[in-house]
C-alpha cells in the first residue's frame, strides 16, 4: 500500500488535521461549493396538460443509481409507461403550485414537510388506488407525456450542471 493509499484510508499516518485550512482555500471554496449544489440539486417542471395549466409544479431530486438500474430492468412494461411513472415517483421532493402572481408555493402536510405525489391525492381530493394511477391522472391519461416528462427529468439528472433546454438542444 503506498503512502497516498494510507492517507486516503484514514490511517495513523494521516496528518489532514495537522495544519489548519487558511479560510478561503481553495478546499474550503470547493466543500463550501458541495454543499450548495448539494442542498439546491432540484429541477421544477410543470406538469403538462390542460387540466393544470402550469399550476401544479413538481420540484424533482436525484434518483439513487441503483435504483434507476431496478427500474430500467423490469421486462413487463414494454411501452414504457410504468416505468417512467415510478421514476418520477422516487423522483418527487415536493409539490408545488403556481401562484396567480407566477410564485411558487410549496405544499406541505400536516407536519409541514414537503407534499410529494404520495400525499397529493389527499390534497387534490381525488380517489385513486395506486400511485401510477395518480400520476396517470395527473398527466391526464396521456402514456406519451408521462415518459416525455421523465425524459426531461433524465436529462437533468445526467448532467445537473444543465438547463433541461440546454440538454434537450444539446449545447
Known amino acids: 500500500m503506498s503512502a497516498t493509499d494510507e492517507s486516503l484510508s484514514g490511517s495513523p499516518e494521516d496528518h489532514s488535521q495537522d495544519t489548519p ?6 478546499l474550503s471554496r470547493i466543500r463550501s461549493r458541495c454543499a450548495e449544489v448539494a442542498a439546491e440539486e432540484s429541477l421544477t417542471l410543470p406538469i403538462p396538460g390542460r387540466r393544470w395549466e402550469g399550476a401544479l409544479v413538481v420540484r424533482y431530486g436525484i434518483v ?3 435504483e434507476v438500474v431496478k427500474l430500467n430492468a423490469r421486462k413487463s412494461d414494454p411501452a414504457g ?22 410564485s411558487l408555493v410549496e405544499l406541505t402536510d400536516d407536519n409541514g414537510q414537503p407534499t410529494t405525489f404520495a400525499g397529493l391525492a389527499d390534497k387534490l381530493g381525488i380517489e385513486v388506488e395506486s400511485a401510477r394511477e395518480l400520476i396517470a391522472f395527473l398527466f391526464e391519461g396521456n402514456g406519451l407525456a408521462i415518459i416525455a416528462h ?16 440546454q440538454a434537450l438542444v444539446g449545447e
Do not use: K
Not at 485550512?21 to 481553495?26: A, H, I, M
Open 21 to 26: 485550512e487558511p479560510d478561503g482555500s481553495l
Open 64 to 66: 439513487d443509481a441503483q
Open 81 to 102: 409507461v410504468e416505468i417512467n411513472s415510478d421514476f418520477l415517483l422516487r423522483a418527487c421532493r415536493a409539490v408545488l403550485l403556481r401562484d396567480d402572481d407566477g
Open 150 to 165: 421523465a425524459d426531461l427529468v433524465a436529462a437533468w439528472m445526467r448532467d445537473t450542471s444543465v438547463t433541461v433546454d
